[in-house]
């Protein structure tokens, strides 16, 4: 199907899945919108080069609701999530796969605002999708569209782990906690706050190439992107697995105004709340200052803020600091009943 | 000086009487509620009534046990509630909480210069709260008279007024909004720090 062979009124049927003229059509379609961002050569492997000992693979599914939304849509979120994931550990991010699962009634000028969204947010990361899967099913089985992504990186320098961190090292993020979790809703719901709080999905690795340009190997420690569970869940996961207690001034935690209005009207504290394009960062004491300015200089990271520090104390808590020096424990939530953020 | 408009929410059976502490909440504000709307029409204010629609392709509404849809167009559970309406008033159909959203509702208030709102109805910790929100984000000076907003808690009703004078809106009595009119002949627009 090239795209001439559709109009608004076209959309997914059930043959579009099977395997025959239509489905062809359709893969047609998928390699002509995703342009040059495709490597694909119609095999049933892509067969790629890599270089360098060492690759990071990863995956993940999107069922994102509502997946058109303000400033972006499942196609966006599904390329940065896997490009966040590969970078976050000091990779390379290089290659991509696209699986869709498309709801039967799905218009065909839906899929290509996703597909438009992935070749550009592709395009911005750099890197390419070299291979792909598509599942049509009846109308209920789905939710009009689900995606998933996996994607390979390469390293070129020391992989990122959670076992370099060491007491005393600095816990920095890069952006404003809270603002995806509350575009989405307010669409989902209708509440006013979605043309005043925007959502942060963005491709990060770039924001961590420059990063890594301003400092010596190894003054980065370890990165997490704060998604589903929020920065709450990263901490915990750090305390845990260092042994220590991480400490957060809850006055520096960076958070829109009008966010911290709809997470009050909600009551859902920012800190468990899920983000696409926000990263936490453990630095080396000696590099925070200079990672902060490498963060600022970059368009993705210019609110970023340092947060806390990790302990000398080992007990694997997380601790919360109020303006009088006052600390509290943060508990780890056991469900945040906010499903389909991502 | 621009116009003042109030705005109701769901005043709606399917609304209303979900639960008999709602109905019970709107009976006991009801005589109240008329009379500020009776007063406030009297002025020379427009009164707009945003009637909550349910469509059936939106995957979040809340459906009845059975899976039926209250709230539907044309439906009698639908309708804006007799009492509260009267011919000179506007009534705008919403599909989510917010009166705002993806409605006919700014345009017609700014083409009927309108830069003032009283966001009043129910229930007040979600549809007042969030129409007042969306009110303040566009520019609007937002008041809430307290005794004409309703929720099925007290508490519900309690906190979304606190959260609403903290934030973006100038929360009164009826009467002292009535006595301001008359005082000043308009309603101040409060001062608001938090946003940039």
């Known amino acids: 199907m090239d795209r001439s062979k559709y109009d608004n009124s076209s959309e997914i049927v059930l043959d579009h899945g099977s395997g025959a003229q239509l489905s062809h059509e359709l893969v047609s379609l998928i390699v002509e919108t995703l342009g040059d961002v495709y490597l694909g050569e119609m095999e049933d492997s892509a067969m790629l080069p890599i270089e360098g000992g060492r690759i990071a693979m990863t995956t993940d599914s999107f069922v994102v609701d509502p997946p058109f939304f303000g400033n972006g849509d499942i196609g966006k979120i599904a390329v940065c999530g896997t490009v966040n994931d590969l970078a976050v550990v000091g990779s390379k991010p290089l290659y991509l796969t696209l699986g869709m699962i498309l709801e039967t009634g799905l218009p065909m000028e839906r899929l290509v605002r996703v597909l438009t969204s992935i070749r550009e947010t592709a395009r911005e990361a750099g890197v390419r999708i070299v291979c792909g899967d598509t599942k049509v099913v009846r109308k209920g ?43 989405l809703l307010s669409i989902r719901e209708g509440l006013g706050f979605e043309q005043r709080v925007l959502s942060d999905c963005a491709p990060l690795n770039g924001l961590l190439e420059t990063v890594f340009g301003r400092v010596e190997e190894g003054m980065v420690r370890s990165v997490r992107d704060v998604t589903r569970g929020g920065l709450a869940a990263v901490l915990h996961e750090y305390a845990d697995a260092l042994g220590h207690t991480v400490r957060v001034d809850q006055e520096t935690l960076p958070i829109q105004p009008e966010t911290a209005m709809a997470m009050d009207m909600l009551g859902i504290d920012p800190i468990h709340t899920a983000n696409e394009g926000c990263l936490c960062l453990f630095v080396a004491p000696a590099a925070e200052e200079r990672v902060l300015a490498a963060l600022r200089s970059h368009r993705y990271g210019n609110r970023a803020v340092t947060i806390g520090e990790v302990t000398g104390r080992a007990d694997p808590l997380v601790l919360l600091r109020d303006r009088a020096g006052r600390e509290s424990v943060l508990e780890e939530l056991r469900g945040a009943e906010l499903p389909r953020l991502c | 000086m621009g116009k003042i408009a109030v705005l109701t929410n769901d005043l ?52 009845e046990p059975d899976g039926t849809l209250p709230l539907q167009r044309g439906s009698r559970g639908a309708a804006i509630i007799e009492d509260f309406l009267d011919p000179s008033d506007t009534v705008v159909e919403k599909n989510k909480d917010s009166g705002f959203y993806e409605t006919e509702l700014h345009d017609r208030l700014q083409n009927d210069g309108v830069d003032t709102v009283l966001v009043t109805g129910l229930q007040t910790q979600i549809c007042v709260q969030t129409t007042a929100a969306d009110a303040f984000f566009r520019g609007y000076n937002v008041w809430v008279p307290s005794d004409c907003v309703v929720s099925g808690n007290p508490e519900d009703r309690d906190r979304a007024l606190e959260w609403l004078g903290g934030y973006c809106a100038t929360v009164a009595s009826s009467d002292e909004i009535l006595a301001a009119l008359d005082q000043h002949g308009e309603l101040a627009r409060k001062v608001v720090k938090i946003l940039p």
């Open chain 1, 141 to 183: 089985e789905a939710d009009r569209i689900y995606l998933n992504t996996a994607g390979v990186g390469v390293f070129e320098r020391e992989p990122l782990r959670m076992g370099r961190v060491r007491p005393g090292d600095r816990v920095i993020l890069s952006g404003p906690i809270g603002n995806h979790t509350v575009h």
């Open chain 2, 12 to 63: 709606q059976s399917d609304v209303v009487d979900k639960t008999p502490e709602r109905t019970a909440a709107i009976a006991e504000a009801r005589p109240r509620f008329l009379g500020f709307l009776a007063e406030m029409r009297r002025r020379g204010h427009g009164i707009y009534h945003l009637q909550l629609v349910n469509l059936p392709d939106d995957p979040n509404v809340e459906r």
